[in-house]
Nanobody, 122 residues
Framework: QVQLVESGGGLVQAGGSLRLSCVAS????????MAWYRQAPGKQRELVAH???????NYLDLVKDRFAISRDAARNTVYLQMNSLKPEDTAVYYC????????????????WGQGTQVTVSS
């Protein structure tokens, strides 16, 4: 089993910055890709940024000039640097992992963190 734990959310003024972190822990696993999603009240969850095992990234158009996803493979950690934050970025941000666990047979699954609240005040 793999657990994803996010940290780094909080309250920030418009124009400010936050860095979210997500650590994957468990035994006998490999990470295929990691991503950040967000869900604002009354809205569907949306993909914000994605990074694969080769380091290739893609972003939601609304954030691509302001946010940056990165990873530390040795620490099984993915980051989301968020700059020039806007009130419309307010949401719960979720870490998502496309992870293969290896016990008897490899099993590829999607894992989610518990979410971290980001609130941007105007």
């Amino acid at each position: 089993q793999v657990q994803l734990v996010e940290s780094g959310g909080g309250l920030v003024q418009a124009g400010g910055s936050l860095r979210l972190s997500c650590v994957a822990s468990g035994s006998s696993f490999s990470i295929n890709a990691m991503a950040w999603y967000r869900q604002a009240p009354g809205k569907q969850r949306e993909l914000v940024a994605h990074i694969n095992s080769g380091g290739r990234t893609n972003y939601l158009d609304l954030v691509k000039d302001r946010f940056a996803i990165s990873r530390d493979a040795a620490r099984n950690t993915v980051y989301l640097q968020m700059n020039s934050l806007k009130p419309e970025d307010t949401a719960v941000y979720y870490c998502n992992g496309d992870i293969t666990t290896m016990r008897v047979l490899p099993m590829r699954q999607e894992y989610w963190g518990q979410g971290t609240q980001v609130t941007v005040s105007s």
